[in-house]
RNA sequence: GGAGGGGUACCGUAAUCGGCAACGGAACGGUCUUGAAAACCGUCGCCCGCAAGGGCUUGCGGGUUCGAGUCCCGCCCCCUCCGCCA
């Protein structure tokens, strides 16, 4: 949720940034006429409750002298009535605003690249080199279910399209990734969190994810909860209502949950494999930092997720997203890109942003730069550690051989029981 | 799911018959002090306003009333017990 102060005093930089981003600027235009209108009702709401509260002490006092009150209860009642009628006023104007500000995306960083979509977005760098085959490399919805590691005709009755089956050693080995990628994070300062993956309605807003686009995400019938569609919103919402001290940031928080969007597969896109998927797992990285260290933390939180992705050896890129493909609630967002030889080309495999304090005012996050000091919101960022089913694919494509066989590096051996060769049945 | 008890500011606790949300502690600022402690004063949730000042805030949302922490209705969460359950 963008700052309504920052509305009023700097609506040239607002109207700008939501520009950039092909975010209308009508919603602006409404939110400041109801604001002025909404400041002037409360002036003469306040004067109102004032002189209310004057009178009533006063009735009081009168009665307890066993006075006689009833010119002033007779002029409070019209008071009290007019009261009541701008008090509903109020309530209107503010939840009308209210619902204008959380449908409003958040401000790019300068240095985002402006463009349209994904098309505009820019490669920052690259690590490790694409394997070239001596033959046809084979895609991992072919490798897997040969190699009796994955299931999707069963997913298919059993649930429905866009579901996976993992078998025997394919559920080993999602086990060991989701294993890994935990010790790996928790070796480097981030805490492990096991969240609950149903989350209310006042959690989905805090990060997000309502009111704009409660159609992405599953709703349990008959009660106010949605499966979580990333850890993201627990994780960040379990600070939401709180007040942190300073020396409690930055906290770095790593989860594994399975996520579960309905929107995956609407588009009709990568209706093969894992790539996309109603259910899928990841290991999420969550921070809460101070505003002046958010810009450098999203550079450490990229670096970090990348650093799963050289420790397994496969070859990736990094790309800046521009303001037409940013998330709704990011300010900067950095794309890990892992190379998919089946696509041919590189395929992201986490997502890096730095909301600013976006959500921590949507959620109500704050902290006490020092001691006695005035509560102010944090930073909060969070990036994939990784997509656990993409990470998975990438393996099994990125190390195949000829005859179908597969060998994963020996960083996963301590979690396959040293058991790295994965041979096609027969 | 049922019965009972609770939810008040950073923490702990009051508030009679409906009448300015009191007190203690922590933290922070100040006075005092060589320094510190103690003591004393102030601050310590949010909003409007240039300011003076005013308003809101007792888990959430409604209602009654001139006036609600207090009375009424609905909901959420916590504790105890019972039931059910992996």
Known sequence: MLDLKLIRQDEARVRRGLERRGAGAAELDRILALDAEWRALVAELDALRAERNRVSQEIGRIKREGGDASAQLAAMSDVAERIRSLEAREKELQDEIEALLLRLPNLPDDDVPDGPDDSAN????????????????KAHWDLGPALGLLDFERAGKITGSRFTVFFDRGARLLRALVAFMLDYHTARGFTEVLPPFLVNSASMTGTGQLPKFGGDAFRVDGHDLWLVPTAEVPVTNLHRDEI??????????????????????????????????????KVELVKFVRPEDSARELETLTAHAAGVLEALGLPYRVVALSTGDLGFASAHTYDLEVWMPSYGRYVEISSCSNFRD????????????????????????????????RTFAALLENYQREDGSVRLPEVLAPYLGGQLEFAPRT
């Open 244 to 281: 942190l001290a300073a020396d409690e940031l930055p906290i770095y928080y790593c989860a594994y949950t399975p996520c579960f969007r309905s929107e995956a597969g609407a588009a009709g896109r990568d209706t093969r494999g894992l790539i996309r998927q109603h259910q899928f797992d």
């Open 122 to 137: 820019v490669e920052v760098r690259r690590w490790g080199e694409p394997a070239r085959f001596p033959f046809q490399p």
């Open 358 to 389: 976006f959500q921590a005012r949507r959620a109500n996050i704050r902290y006490r730069p020092e001691p006695g000091a005035k509560p102010q919101y944090v930073h909060t960022l969070n990036g994939s550690g990784l997509a656990v089913g």
